[in-house]
């Protein structure tokens, strides 16, 4: 499986992947998971919002089991953020299948759309459109880089932009999902534990930041006459560093555009998007209100307008105890708790159905990246720790 899914969205100048939501890469990602599904015998299911499950018995039963992850990456991503997840999703259920113990309850393999957010910039957009947390109208509308809405990439995907909404009633059926990830950090190097067990995960968000200054000539504007916006955008992102630091948490400004774009012209307008990371809410709110006002107050200073969008906002998720501690026994070898600042579609799906993530050992910790990279025998060891955790949910 590992094999035939490495190819696909691979940029060969940079060896990162560029799995964007609903483009070419995208569509050949869930014509992959179509064919894992068929050749398991199992039913598979575009839902509403273009998740994809595979689905082993019933699951109008209700009382399902589910596992998986994402198909989709950040630009130059690297192979195993979210594809490790549904990969080991059909190996535990084939581990599952080999011991041949009888199941009680419905198993489901799910892929969701757009978790990332690359592409149109709503992280989780596929379980938070089915959760209710991102309101239809609002995807809809939402439009990437080039200027094509979500709705026109949507429909030349082959998705209805008319159903996108809640799911309550799939979600329903539901009893258990657990995700399993690479760690993205190195908690886990050095350790004897090739897996760990996910606890909480801080709250985080994703907020666009605009300054708008005055278009002018490079060469002839004296620096008193500029309205200059990237001087307070770059002023912004220092401040947001030294707030960041000063209140333990994390801000990251990794995309930014200039308008007009001329190398040799003041820029008109400076957008940048800032992405914050907290140990509690208190604390994240809080570092957003500092940085955004640090901007205003040398946004005055430049002769420049500041606004904040909010475009995203995820809460801190606390794991189901129950079944976190049933995961973590069926792992065995009391492995480490990890919190962690990384987003989930699992933290998302918290808020309706309980809960839980495995971790496999990344021994640089680097992701995001087209170094990211676990070895092979920690990702059988977690494969291996999926299918236990799944015939403890699963098995009589």
């Given at each position: 499986m590992w094999e035939r899914l490495l190819p696909i969205g691979r940029a060969p100048a940079t060896g990162g992947y560029r799995r964007y939501a609903w483009t070419a890469a995208d569509i050949e990602l869930r014509a992959w998971f179509r064919t894992e599904a068929d050749a398991r015998g199992l039913r598979h299911e575009t839902d509403r919002n273009g998740n994809q499950?595979?689905?082993?018995?019933?699951?109008?039963?209700?009382?399902?089991?589910v596992t998986g992850s994402h198909l989709d990456s950040v630009p130059d991503g690297g192979a195993f953020d979210g594809p490790l997840g549904v990969v080991s999703a059909f190996a535990a259920l084939d581990g599952l299948r080999a011991r041949g113990r009888p199941v009680r309850r419905p198993l489901g393999v799910v892929a969701f759309a757009d978790e990332e957010g690359a592409r149109f910039g709503v992280a989780c957009a596929g379980s938070r459109l089915a959760t209710g947390q991102l309101d239809p109208r609002r995807a809809r509308a939402l439009r990437d880089a080039d200027g094509v809405p979500l709705y026109r990439a949507l429909a030349g995907a082959g998705i209805d932009p008319?159903?996108?909404?809640?799911?309550?009633?799939?979600?329903?059926?539901?009893?258990?999902?657990?995700?399993?990830h690479i760690e993205q950090g190195r908690a886990l190097a050095g350790t004897p534990h090739a897996v760990g067990v996910g606890s909480v995960i801080w709250p985080h968000g994703r907020w666009r930041l605009d300054f708008g200054g005055e278009a002018n000539h490079a060469g002839t504007t004296r620096v008193e006459d500029r309205r200059d916006p990237m001087l307070t955008y770059a002023h912004t992102v220092l401040a947001a560093r030294k707030r960041a630091r000063l209140a333990g948490a994390l801000a990251t400004f990794g995309k930014v555009a200039a308008e007009p774009g001329g190398v040799n012209a003041v820029p008109s307008r400076v957008r940048g998007w800032l992405d914050c990371r907290a140990p509690d809410q208190t604390a994240l709110d809080g570092l957003v209100t500092a940085i955004a006002d640090s901007a205003a107050q040398r946004g005055e200073r430049d002769g420049v307008t500041v606004d904040v969008t909010r475009e995203s906002?995820?809460?801190?998720?606390?794991?189901?105890?129950?079944?976190?501690?049933?995961?973590a026994s069926r792992v065995g070898g009391d492995p480490p708790a990890l919190p962690?600042?990384?987003?989930?579609?699992?933290g998302v799906l918290a808020a309706a159905v309980p809960t839980a993530m495995l971790y496999v050992r990344n021994p640089t910790g680097v992701s995001h990246a087209p170094a990211e990279h676990a070895d092979e025998a920690d990702c059988l060891a977690g494969v291996a720790a999926l299918t236990r955790v799944l015939e403890g949910l699963a098995c009589p």
């Open positions: 499950w595979a689905w082993q018995g019933d699951p109008a039963a209700g009382d399902a089991v008319d159903g996108l909404g809640p799911d309550p009633g799939r979600l329903a059926r539901i009893g258990a999902f657990v995700e399993l906002v995820t809460a801190a998720v606390h794991f189901d105890s129950a079944l976190r501690g049933l995961v962690t600042g990384a987003g989930h579609d699992a």
